[in-house]
C-alpha cells in the first residue's frame, strides 16, 4: 500500500482546474445564499420588513410572513437547479448535519414543487441517534430543528444536484438544546443587553451590541493515496505511528514560504466556493509545520461566523478530496511539529459604529473602552475553568503546551502599553503618561487616576491562550476542529454575567451618591485587582510560567476529563442557569457527552494502535530480522565472526522492541476491558486517559525504534518524510 501510495503521487500532482473561474470575487460574494439582497428581491416589501424586524430585533414570525418567505426561497432556489431542501444544524457530535426532503409534492393526484412556511420553520430529525446524554433514549425518537432567520440559507451543490440549507436549531421533543446553536443565540442575547446597559453609561443613543468574530482556521493537507495507506489517519484523523523525519519544522522555511502550486489551486477552489456561499475568505498562506496551511476570513457576527466556520470544515474536506488531498483537522496529526489550532479573534460593536475594545479619542470614549476591557479581563480570570472546559477534547490534549501552542494555562497577554496603564490604575497615579516622543497619538482622558492610552503601540504575543491584540482578543488555545460554538458561547456568557455584575455594583455606588464616572473607576480599580493574576506578559511556553502560575493560583489542568469538571461547578451553573443559557439538565448531558466522546475516541485510538502494531509494525520487523538472521549465519560461515556479533546484536534489539510492543498490547488491552466495565462516565474517561493511553505511547516509542531499523522498503507504513513533503 505504501509503494503504490507512493506511485499514485504522481498521477495526483497535477494541480486542479477547477477554481478556475473568472469572476471578480466580489461578482461571486454570496451568489449561492437568499442574502438581503435575493430577500428583497424575491419578496414583497412588507414581507421583507416584518423578516428583517424577525433577524434583528427578534420579534415573532407571523404564519402568513412564513408561507410568503418559503415561497420566495423557493423561486430563488429552484432558478438555481435546486431540487431538495434541508434542516441545517450542528448536533453535538461536533459535525454538521442535514435531513433533505424534495420539493415534490402531489396535489389531487398531480406532482408539484411545494415549500411551506410550516417546512420552513420546523423540521423533525429524529432524535434517539444524536448524543443526549441521558436526555433522549433510544425510543424516544422526537426532535425538533427550528429555523434560525438571522443566519442567511445558502445552496450546497455537488455533482448530483444542488440542496438548500436552512440553518436551525436542534432540541429535543421536551425542549432541550441539542446543539451548539441553541445556547449560543441565548448567550448573544444575553450579551447584547447586558453590554447596552453598560454602554448607556457612555452613549444613550447606543441601542444593541454586536459580538463579532473573526476564525483563522489552521490545517494539514496531505495526498488521499498516502492517507489510505495510514489506517490511522483514515480512522482517528492523525498518526499513532511515526519516527521524526531527518528535517522537521527545524529550518522553518515553511511558514509564509511560497505555496505549492497543486495546494494553491486547491485554495483557488476553496476560497471561490467559500466566497460564493457567502464565506468572506480574505487570507491564505503556508503555516509553520511542512504541509500545514491557513485560511482566515474577514469579521462576522458571533452567529454567522460560527456557522461559516462549520460550514468551511465541510467545504475543507469536500474541495480536498476533489483535489486528491485530505484535509487533516485534527489538532495534533503528526508528532513532533506544530499543531493546528483555530484562533477566535472576537470583539464587541455598537449599533453607532463604535468598537468597544478600541481606544477612543475623548476621555469618555477611552472610560468605555477600559470598563469594557476590565470587565472581560474579570471574566476570564473568574471563569478560566470553564474556558479551559469549552476547548477541551482529546485532540486538543495533544497540542496544547506542545510545539507553539499555549499551554492548557488560560491567561491573558495585554501589551506593554495597556499593562502600563493597568497599573498606574492600580496604583492611583493622576499623572499621564509621557508621550513616547515617536510620533503616535495619545488620547487625553481628562479624568482623575486615569492615564493616557495610546492605540495598538504593543508587541503581539502569540504563546498567549487569549491575548488582546489592539481592538479585539484572540482566543488562541481553541482546537482546529472544534465547533466554535461551544468557547463563544462560554465567552459572550461569562462576559454578559460579568457585565451585569459591573452595573449592579456601579449602580450601587451611584444611588449612594457618586458621581457616574467616579463610580465607574472605583469600580474599574477594584477589578483590575482582582484580576491582575490572570495577566502575563512573559514566554507562556516556558516552564517558569508553569511554577509562576501555578504561585498565582492559576489552574493547569491538561486532559479532557479534568478539564470538563468545571461544567459542573457552582460558578458555571450561575451563569448558565443564571442567565437561562442552559438548564441544569443540559449541563449534565453536555458534560457527560463530551466525556463519552473523549472515551470513545481514545478507544478507538487504543484498539487501532494494537492492531496496526501486531498485523503491520511487528510482522514487518519479523520478516527484517529473517534476512538479517540468515545473513549472520552467512556471515559465521565464511569467518566473519565480528561482522555477525553485529548483526546478531541488531537482531536481539528487534527482538526486544517486538517483545515489548505485544507485552504492552496485551496490557492494554486488559486495561482496556476493565475501563469498558465502568459505568460512571467520568470515571471511564479518567481510566482511559490515564491508564490505557499511557500503554499506546510505550507501543509507539518501540514501533518508532523499529521504523528506524528497519529496512525501508519492508516497512508498512507511510513515513513521516512522505506525508509531511510529497505533494
Not at 34 to 48: H, N, Q, R, V
Not at 590 to 615: C, F, N, V
Not at 670 to 678: D, H, Q, S, T
Amino acid at each position: 500500500m505504501r509503494f503504490r501510495a507512493l506511485h499514485t503521487i504522481e498521477q495526483n500532482a497535477e494541480p486542479s482546474t477547477n477554481g478556475t473561474d473568472k469572476r471578480k470575487i466580489s461578482e461571486l460574494y454570496n451568489s449561492q445564499v437568499f442574502s438581503l439582497k435575493a430577500m428583497k428581491k424575491y419578496m414583497s416589501g412588507e414581507t421583507y420588513n416584518d423578516l428583517l424586524s424577525a433577524i434583528h430585533e427578534g420579534t415573532s414570525i407571523d404564519p402568513q410572513v412564513a408561507d410568503a418567505v418559503a415561497t420566495a426561497m423557493k423561486t430563488w432556489a429552484m432558478e438555481r437547479d435546486t431540487t431538495h431542501y434541508t434542516h441545517w444544524f450542528q448536533p453535538l457530535t461536533g459535525l454538521t448535519a442535514e435531513k433533505h426532503d424534495s420539493f415534490f409534492d402531489l396535489k389531487d393526484g398531480e406532482a408539484i414543487e411545494a415549500f411551506t412556511g410550516n417546512a420552513l420553520i420546523q423540521q423533525e430529525p429524529d432524535a434517539s441517534s444524536f448524543p443526549s446524554g441521558g436526555i433522549r433514549n433510544t425510543f424516544e425518537a422526537r426532535g425538533y430543528t427550528a429555523w434560525d432567520p438571522s443566519s442567511p440559507a445558502f445552496l450546497m451543490k455537488t455533482r448530483a444536484g444542488v440542496t438548500l440549507c436552512i440553518p436551525t436549531i436542534f432540541v429535543s421533543y421536551t425542549g432541550e438544546a441539542l446543539d451548539y446553536k441553541a445556547p449560543l443565540l441565548r448567550a448573544l442575547h444575553n450579551l447584547d443587553k447586558a453590554a447596552v446597559d453598560v454602554c448607556r453609561y457612555f452613549d444613550p443613543e447606543v441601542k444593541k451590541v454586536i459580538a463579532t468574530l473573526g476564525v483563522e482556521q489552521e490545517y494539514f493537507l496531505v495526498d488521499s493515496a498516502m492517507v489510505f495507506a495510514r489506517p490511522d489517519l483514515m480512522l482517528t484523523g492523525r498518526t499513532l505511528f511515526g519516527h521524526a523525519p531527518a528535517k522537521g519544522q527545524q529550518l522553518e522555511d515553511h511558514y509564509f514560504g511560497s505555496i505549492p502550486e497543486r495546494v494553491n489551486a486547491f485554495m483557488v477552489e476553496l476560497e471561490r466556493e467559500a466566497i460564493q456561499l457567502g464565506i468572506p475568505l480574505k487570507t491564505r498562506h503556508n503555516e509553520v509545520a511542512p504541509g500545514q496551511f491557513e485560511c482566515a476570513p474577514l469579521f462576522e457576527e458571533v452567529n454567522i461566523a460560527v456557522d461559516h466556520n462549520a460550514l468551511l470544515m465541510d467545504i475543507l474536506d469536500k474541495i480536498s478530496r476533489r483535489n486528491h488531498f485530505i484535509c487533516l483537522l485534527h489538532e495534533k496529526p503528526f508528532e513532533g511539529v506544530n499543531g493546528s489550532g483555530k484562533h477566535n479573534n472576537w470583539s464587541l460593536s455598537t449599533d453607532t459604529g463604535v468598537n468597544l475594545l478600541s481606544p477612543g479619542s475623548t476621555s469618555i470614549r477611552n472610560l468605555q473602552f477600559l470598563t469594557f476591557l476590565l470587565n472581560v479581563t474579570k471574566a476570564v480570570h473568574d471563569h478560566a475553568p470553564l474556558l479551559r472546559a469549552s476547548i477541551a477534547g482529546s485532540g486538543n490534549d495533544h497540542r496544547l503546551g506542545a510545539n507553539e501552542a499555549p499551554p492548557a494555562i488560560i491567561s491573558m497577554f495585554m501589551g506593554s502599553e495597556l499593562t502600563r496603564v493597568l497599573d498606574q490604575l492600580e496604583q492611583e497615579k493622576e499623572h499621564f503618561i509621557e508621550d513616547a516622543g515617536n510620533g503616535e497619538a495619545s488620547f487625553k482622558m481628562d479624568i482623575p487616576k486615569i492615564p493616557n492610552i495610546r492605540r495598538d503601540n504593543t508587541d503581539r504575543n502569540r504563546t498567549s491562550p487569549f491575548a488582546f491584540t489592539g481592538n479585539k482578543f484572540e482566543f488562541r488555545a481553541v482546537g482546529s476542529s472544534a465547533n466554535v460554538a461551544s468557547p463563544m458561547t462560554v465567552l459572550n456568557a461569562i462576559v454578559a454575567h460579568q457585565l451585569k455584575c459591573f452595573k449592579v455594583e456601579v449602580d450601587q455606588l451611584i444611588e449612594g451618591g457618586e458621581a457616574k464616572e467616579m463610580a465607574i473607576l472605583q469600580i474599574l480599580k477594584k477589578y483590575n485587582a482582582e484580576s491582575k493574576s490572570v495577566r502575563f506578559e512573559g514566554n507562556n511556553y516556558s516552564e517558569e510560567w508553569v511554577a509562576e502560575a501555578e504561585k498565582r493560583g492559576l489552574a493547569n489542568v491538561k486532559t479532557t476529563p479534568e478539564a470538563l469538571d468545571a461544567y459542573l461547578s457552582d460558578k458555571t451553573k450561575e451563569v448558565f442557569i443564571g442567565n437561562r443559557i442552559l438548564t441544569e439538565r443540559e449541563i449534565k448531558a453536555r458534560h457527560e457527552i463530551t466525556l463519552d466522546i473523549y472515551t470513545k475516541r481514545t478507544q478507538i485510538e487504543s484498539r487501532l494502535t494494537g492492531e496496526l502494531a501486531l498485523t503491520h509494525i511487528v510482522p514487518a520487523a519479523i520478516r527484517y530480522q529473517n534476512v538479517l538472521i540468515k545473513n549472520q549465519l552467512g556471515l559465521r560461515k565464511i569467518g566473519l565472526e565480528d561482522e555477525a556479533e553485529a548483526v546478531l546484536n541488531t537482531i536481539k534489539k528487534i527482538s526486544t522492541n517486538v517483545s515489548l510492543i505485544k507485552e504492552n498490547v496485551k496490557k492494554m488491552v486488559n486495561e482496556r476491558k476493565k475501563a469498558n466495565e465502568l459505568e460512571d462516565p467520568r470515571e471511564k474517561a479518567l481510566a482511559y486517559c490515564h491508564i490505557v493511553k499511557p500503554f499506546m505511547d510505550n507501543i509507539r516509542y518501540h514501533a518508532d525504534k523499529l521504523e528506524i531499523m528497519v529496512e525501508d522498503k519492508l516497512w508498512p507504513l507511510p513515513k513521516y518524510r512522505e506525508l509531511l513533503f510529497l505533494r
